[in-house]
Each structure stands twice: as C-alpha cells, then as structure tokens.
C-alpha cells in the first residue's frame, strides 16, 4: 500500500517557474514507477511526466516537455515536478501517482494516487 501526497502548488504569473512535490508513505516506494498527471476543469486527466523507480528514466507530455522536469529523492520517499515557463494553460489541478513497474502515460494503469495540488498560471 501506498499513500501519496501532493504539495507547493500555488498561484503563479505566466513565465514563472514552481516545484510541486509528492510524499509517499510505505517502504517500497524505491520499488515504484511514478507519475505525474494534471485535470483542468472540464477537461479529461492528462499525463504530464513519469519516472522510472531509479529516477534514471523519465517520460514527458510534448505539452511540457522542455518546461518540466520530473525526479526523485527515493531517501526521502519523494517526487517533484520543476515546472517553467509556465503558461495559464497549465493551470490545473496536479496528481501525482505510483505504479508498481515501468513509468506509463496511461493513467488506468497506476495503482495509487494522491488528492492532488492546485496549480493556477496567471496571463
């Protein structure tokens, strides 16, 4: 079992730049795949970047890619998202979630998830 949980969103102008962070309980977390996704409102959830459970591969939506960068800190049970150049169309609300294999854009695939972080990009 695993439990996660989102923080440092915020509200942001366009061009700025935020972490947001996600702290996972259990002792396996170094075992996990994690991954993060975002859910405008009316909008389906979309994948933004996944990471392996090494933290030496990751995967990017081409919406994000070269903005964000996906790691993690398995000593401290955590993953972060550096965002930059921030547009108001990343305005969402961020999830972050774990799966036990390979890092996926597919978020029917991920086993658990966390209650997620606001993120709101002013024009």
């Known amino acids: 079992q695993v439990q996660l949980v989102e923080s440092g969103g915020g509200l942001v102008q366009a061009g700025g730049s935020l972490r947001i962070s996600c702290a996972a309980s259990g002792r396996t977390f170094s075992s996990y795949a994690m991954g993060w996704f975002r859910q405008a409102i009316g909008k389906e959830r979309e994948f933004v970047a996944g990471i392996g459970w090494s933290g030496s591969s990751a995967i990017y939506a081409d919406s994000v890619k070269g903005r964000s960068t996906i790691s993690r800190d398995n000593a401290k049970n955590t993953v972060y998202l550096q965002m930059n150049s921030l547009k108001p169309e990343d305005t969402a609300v961020y999830y972050c979630?774990?799966?036990?294999?390979?890092?996926?854009?597919?978020?029917?695939?991920?086993?658990?998830w966390g209650q997620g972080t606001q993120v709101t990009v002013s024009s």
């Open positions: 979630a774990a799966r036990p294999s390979w890092p996926s854009s597919d978020y029917d695939v991920y086993n658990y």
